[in-house]
């Protein structure tokens, strides 16, 4: 297998100055790593003739593909090919049949063109054209045997058709023998922070790994990306569901969904195969909870909410059951209909008590215990599944933190899992 990297060189001050998102560079990363080629570094430089020369000589050293784009326009900002030939020491020479295919293409419009748009027509001498379809701006490549650069127009429309219609095949012939398939599996685990996960999986997480396997933090939920590639989809794919089969065992009880699975919808989703209606007791989020789940419920899995003030004198989620929802034998034995509404409800409970640690934190700062129930006479023998965790910092985080981690608590009685 050839092993074969690519650096991305995105140029313009309007992204070093923040005017606009480089898009362009995360549409090639994935572009380039289905056809078997990873990106191993982006780099982002503003419209400054020494710094474009430098950023391409170093990845010309450092990558055997790199991908260049933005610069090509017929402005005075627009240096990219005066870089590049400064980069390699090359001449810049004009090129009469693209100034002929920039004049044609003016024509065919209508437009009145000006002489500077004949800038587009001077390349470096001895490269290759990279036909525009499109737009005026033509890009251009070097090459050499296990190396090419490619240089793109940054408009994003004409990028992506210059990269699937000359840089695709380029790349095949090049580099004949690329892992050209590539497959993702992306596992969401909710429960865990960042480091625990990293100590968990951090074996497979070694580097030149295939599968590669890494982690990206959310404000709710970590995901584990596993990506293999090779030679064809089935092979990658076959590599990719061991690592995912590991992972998942390691992380058991904490994986929720995959993709662009969210906590609530995975909550939902159980609710509406068991045939469960949610109520919620909730005196700590302060609608958070329901604000989130409530949304994604049908009518039949959906008992309502109250958002219930915090009661220190409550002693946790068992007071606020009793004192919210008491249990009436009486009335089930004599209205059948509550009888089979009760029996198919679901409760999730969410209390708070000052945490003892509460000294430590900064002022402004919430410091509580938190102590989450699950009660329904359908699961568990109607006995209350509790859970409880320490929660502190900035009153908004904290309180979202405690949402999620509520539900991630349902969620895991409705799977069957062990309190833990």
């Not at 710094?51 to 000589?57: H, T």
């Not at 490619?150 to 840089?167: D, H, Q, R, S, T």
């Amino acid at each position: 297998m050839t092993t074969v990297s690519a650096e991305i060189i995105s140029s313009g001050s309007e992204l070093t100055l923040g005017r606009m998102v480089d898009t362009n560079s995360a549409w090639l990363s994935d572009f380039l790593g289905r056809l078997g080629v990873p990106t191993v570094r982006h780099t982002t430089v503003g419209d400054d003739f020494g710094r474009l020369v430098e950023a391409f000589q170093r990845g010309w050293a450092g990558a055997q593909v790199i991908v260049v784009t933005g610069g090509l326009g017929p402005t005075e900002d627009d240096l990219t090919r005066p870089a590049a030939a400064k980069a390699f020491g090359l001449e810049l020479e004009f090129n009469e049949t693209l100034a002929g295919e920039v004049r044609a293409l003016f024509k065919s419009r209508g437009a009145v063109m000006t002489d500077n748009n004949l800038r587009q027509a001077w390349l470096p001498r001895s490269a290759i054209v990279v036909p525009n379809p499109i737009g005026t701006a033509p890009g251009f490549a070097l090459a050499e045997a296990g190396r090419l650069m490619v240089f793109l127009p940054g408009v994003p429309c004409e990028m992506k058709i210059m990269a699937e219609g000359w840089l695709k095949p380029r790349l095949k012939e090049q580099f004949p023998n690329l892992k050209a398939s590539r497959h993702t599996v992306v596992l969401n685990t909710a429960g865990l922070g960042e480091s625990r996960v990293d100590a968990l999986v951090g074996d497979l997480m070694a580097p030149n790994r295939n599968p590669a396997v890494g982690l990206l933090a959310g404000a709710d939920m970590v995901k584990v990306l596993v990506t293999a590639t090779g030679d064809d989809p089935a092979e990658a794919e076959a590599l990719a569901a061991a690592d995912v089969a590991e992972v998942e065992k390691r992380l058991c009880g904490h994986v929720f969904g995959y993709g662009e699975d969210t906590l609530p919808d995975a909550v939902a989703g159980l609710l509406k195969e068991q045939g469960l209606s949610l109520t919620i007791l909730d005196a700590v989020t302060q609608g958070r909870l329901g604000g989130r789940l409530a949304p994604g419920l049908d009518p039949a899995n959906w008992g309502g909410g109250q958002d219930l003030p915090r009661q220190p004198a409550l002693s946790g989620a068992l007071d606020i059951l009793r004192l919210y929802a008491p249990d009436s034998a009486a009335e089930r034995q004599t209205d059948s209909s509550h009888c089979r509404r009760h029996a198919r409800e679901i409760r999730l409970i969410v209390a708070a008590r000052p945490d003892p640690d509460s000294s430590e934190r900064p002022e402004g700062h919430l410091s509580l215990l938190i102590e989450c129930a699950v009660q329904s006479e359908a699961l568990c023998g109607g006995r209350p599944q509790i859970c409880q965790f320490p929660m502190g910092g900035e009153p908004h985080w904290a309180l979202s933190r405690a949402a999620a981690l509520s539900m991630f608590h349902l969620w895991r009685v409705l799977k069957g899992f062990a309190v833990e």
